[in-house]
């Protein structure tokens, strides 16, 4: 490995002194050998000073490539040596041909990403990095980056996406797999070269976050489940409050209306107290129709809190909600985001319950599937309007079921309750959009939603 | 069951109507009454049977079916309640009530269940 490095320009470094003695000891010898005996020594001494340079350089370059070694190994972080050649050929082979937008592209195409992936070979690691994770040696790590990213991974899109820009810095976490078929959180990081030759060698340093992540995630579950639970607890009140509110006129109107039929069916009916519980049925029915109406009012405003919201920002925070749901699924979420998107006006924690369901109803419907399971979430502008696309590869939706599947109740799975994309229709339509499905049979299912953007002042 | 007379107690102005005007209707003499105190502030011996929703401000419909078990243990007192839950509907049998309601309860079987209890008072 140690020799391998040695790069062309310093060998020269080393080599140029070296012919430069020889040269002048063999002028040294000529000149003594003609008799001259002044020149002769002159060409000696700068025989011995390019002697001293070769060497001195030589033992320079002995202890740079120890303090080399020294740093690779003994660095105290774990040290990856990768050659990402192929990657970087084939980014600059599309961007030759007009294509700009690796995200977008290797999102449409996300096999050929794969395959991308399997040309990444992995050089060497340090020990540390066989420590770290929790391997007996370098040796299992030597080869294809395929075998440690899994196929879930969402950072290999950053790398091509960080490559084609020309970016100096690539940041990411991964999720990978030990030897051992754990898995660890890691934070990879690496100087990305602005040559060619330099992607052969590409040092990337790895920290382990598993820890870090681990807080993190169960940060964002007892904040989601407070959040839940304090939706739960409204819905109890309002179910409560709804019961009580609507119950009372009911029970008046049928107490009214069954008085009426009674006075009515007596021998002599009575039928001025029979008006009399008539006009109040119609009373009071206005009175349980004035309660809905407030309780819809209440209802409304209490629960909107609306600003503006970047959709992508929404998304990627729903992603990591769910990351763990995805991950055990074996779903690969492919984000792909426009440009430039414009805001839209939102409860952003409302937009973001129907991504997630849109995005874990995508995932469960590939549970069980062999091969990939690509979910794709595509957002984009169209007109007036900010789109969102979830589409992914399960069986599809019965065409006798696509106009039912967003009515509450109606569920295709035996422990669904059928709530999920009601309400994510009730969320969505109350924002002033709109929410529908398309399936081709065995092609996967596509669940697009519309929001109005924000109007730039 | 022509001259029976039945209390509706009940917070609700249009409940309490309704119930009085159905009472009625089936031939019983009703007087409404808009809370437990207003009920309680009455002699209570004229009385054959007390409706009495549960959920009221003040004293509740168990507060109600208490002071009348301890001052006229024999008058049939009637539970309704938009909240029926099990807990609720145990302690209304435990604490003596006659009979149990949800409401809207079906004022067939209102009528009924009051016929029921006014009949076993007076045989």
């Known amino acids: 490995m140690t020799r391998a490095r040695l790069g062309l320009s310093r060998t020269l470094a080393v080599l140029v002194p070296l012919m430069f003695a020889l040269g002048s000891g063999l002028a040294a010898a000529i000149a003594v050998l003609r008799g001259g005996v002044w020149p002769g020594l002159a060409a000696a001494v700068l025989a011995a000073g390019a002697l001293l340079t070769s060497f001195r350089l030589l033992t320079r370059q002995v202890k740079a490539e120890a303090d080399y070694e020294a740093l690779f190994e003994r660095g105290g972080v774990s040290l990856w040596r990768e050659d990402w050649s192929a990657v970087a050929e084939a980014v600059l082979v599309l961007r030759r041909a007009g294509i700009h937008d690796m995200q977008a592209y290797f999102t449409a195409h996300p096999e050929l990403a794969r395959e991308l992936r399997s040309q990444v070979r992995i050089e060497d690691v340090n020990r540390l990095t066989a420590t770290m994770m929790g391997a007996s040696g370098k040796e299992a790590f030597i080869g294809p980056l395929d075998r440690i990213l899994p196929n879930t991974d969402q950072t290999f899109l950053q790398w091509l996406v960080a490559i084609s820009n020309g970016d100096a810095l690539y940041r990411s976490e991964a999720h990978i797999t030990r030897p051992d078929g754990t898995h660890l959180d890691c934070l990879f990081a690496a100087d990305l070269p602005d040559t060619m030759e330099g992607f052969r060698n590409i040092v990337v340093t790895a920290i382990d976050i598993t820890a870090y992540k681990a807080t993190q995630a169960r940060l964002l579950r007892a904040e989601a489940e407070i959040a839940r639970s304090a939706r739960v607890t409204t819905a109890g009140t309002l179910t409560a409050t709804i019961a009580h509110e609507v119950n009372s006129p009911l029970a008046a109107i049928v107490g009214h209306a069954e008085a009426c039929r009674r006075w009515l069916m007596r021998a002599e009916p009575d039928l001025g107290e029979a008006r009399e519980a008539l006009e109040h049925v119609v009373r009071d029915s206005i009175r349980a129709r004035d309660v809905v109406t407030r309780l819809r009012s209440f209802i409304g405003s209490a629960v909107r809190r609306t600003e503006p919201v970047d959709l992508v920002q929404v998304t990627r925070e729903a992603i990591l909600l769910i990351e763990r749901d995805l991950r055990a699924s074996g779903t690969s979420v492919h984000l792909d985001t426009g440009a430039g998107l414009p805001l839209v006006v939102a409860d952003p924690v409302q937009i973001q319950q129907v991504m997630v369901n849109l995005m874990l109803n995508g995932a469960q419907s590939m549970a069980g599937k062999p091969g990939p399971h690509d979910l794709t979430v595509r957002l984009s502008r169209s007109g007036e309007d900010v789109h969102v696309e979830v589409r992914d590869g399960g069986p599809g939706i019965d065409s006798d079921h696509l106009s039912r599947i967003f009515e509450p109740f109606f569920s295709t799975r035996a422990e669904g309750m059928g709530m999920g994309l009601a309400i994510c229709r009730n969320c969505v339509e109350s924002h002033g959009g709109r929410i529908w499905a398309e399936s081709a049979p065995g092609n996967g299912a596509v669940f697009r939603f519309s929001l109005p953007a924000l109007k730039q002042a | ?123």
């Open chain 2, 1 to 123: 069951m022509q001259d029976h007379l039945i209390a509706i107690v009940d917070d609700d102005d249009s409940v309490r109507v309704a119930l009085t005007s159905l009472a009625r209707s089936a031939g019983l003499r009703a007087r409404g009454y808009a809370s437990a105190d207003a009920f309680l502030a009455e002699d209570l011996s004229p009385f054959d049977c007390v409706v009495s929703d549960i959920q009221m401000p003040r004293l509740s419909g168990f507060d109600l079916l208490q002071a009348v078990r301890a001052r006229r243990a024999e008058l049939p007192v009637i539970l309704i309640t938009a909240f029926p839950d099990d807990r609720v509907q145990q302690r209304a049998m435990r604490d003596g009530a006659r009979f149990f309601l949800e409401k809207p309860c079906d004022p067939d079987l209102l009528v009924t269940r009051i016929a029921e209890a006014v009949g076993e008072e007076t045989p």
